[in-house]
């Protein structure tokens, strides 16, 4: 079965350094989205991408965040200048279309800020 | 209260028994979702039931929704060990294409 996978799995940045995480959604999926879940938290919505588009955007999703698909197949998540409140799993998902479908996760990644 | 909350927090059950959890939610929405969370690996969706819809099955999960107390419930029948995983149900908001909101979660532990 297709699933989403995203690289890499554990990042360890220094605080104030740019942060680039990696995703492959699924391939006939058209809407991309990005999560985070602080430790213990719950998972909060990021962003959500379509029609080489930001669709949405949470409160979270200031101006040092930033998405791209560089090409048919990447969806990348970058933080332009990490704190470490950004310390937290991330998680990219996909549907074939938009929230009234199932998405489907990739297993995250572990982003720790020092 | 935030957008999606379950309860309970955490459920400990022995093989066999059922598992109810409950999800309450504050806004108007399309759909409603479970997710199913192993520790350390993404999320994996179960069931989607639409607001017009208040009552769908798979498997052994049952799922209930009461749009007028903007509640749900996810029922694991007849559990097994490798149930033990968190739950999250998710809501779509009337009004959003593409946004997801999550629910605190219930921590569900099957023993044997």
């Known amino acids: 079965e297709p699933e989403v996978t995203q690289t890499p799995s554990h990042q360890v940045t220094q605080m104030g350094q740019e942060v680039i995480l990696r995703c492959v959604p699924i391939s006939n999926h058209l809407y991309f989205y990005w999560y985070r879940q602080i430790l213990g938290q719950k998972v909060e919505f990021l962003v959500s991408?379509?029609?080489?588009?930001?669709?949405?955007k949470s409160e979270i999703f200031d101006d040092q965040f930033s998405v791209e698909r560089p090409d048919g197949s990447n969806f990348t998540l970058k933080i332009r200048s990490t704190k470490l409140e950004d310390s937290a799993m991330y998680f990219c998902?996909?549907?074939?279309?938009?929230?009234?479908?199932?998405?489907?996760f990739g297993d995250g990644t572990r982003l720790s800020i020092l | 209260s935030q957008q999606g909350e379950e309860d309970p927090q955490a459920l400990s059950i022995q093989e066999g028994e059922n598992a109810t959890m409950n999800c309450s939610y504050k806004?108007?929405?399309?759909?409603l979702q479970w997710y199913r969370q192993n520790s350390g690996r993404g999320l994996v969706h179960l069931i989607l039931?639409?607001?017009?819809?208040r009552e769908k099955h798979s498997g052994r999960l049952r799922v209930t929704l009461d749009t007028s107390k903007k509640s749900s419930s996810l029922l694991i029948t007849a559990s097994r060990a490798a149930d033990t995983a968190s739950y999250f149900c998710a809501t779509d908001a009337a009004g959003t294409a593409s946004k997801l909101t999550f629910g605190t979660g219930t921590r569900l532990q099957v023993t044997l």
């Open positions: 039931i639409r607001s017009n819809e």
């Open positions: 998902a996909s549907s074939e279309m938009g929230v009234r479908q199932p998405q489907h």
């Open positions: 991408f379509y029609n080489n588009e930001i669709s949405e």
């Open positions: 806004t108007s929405i399309n759909n």
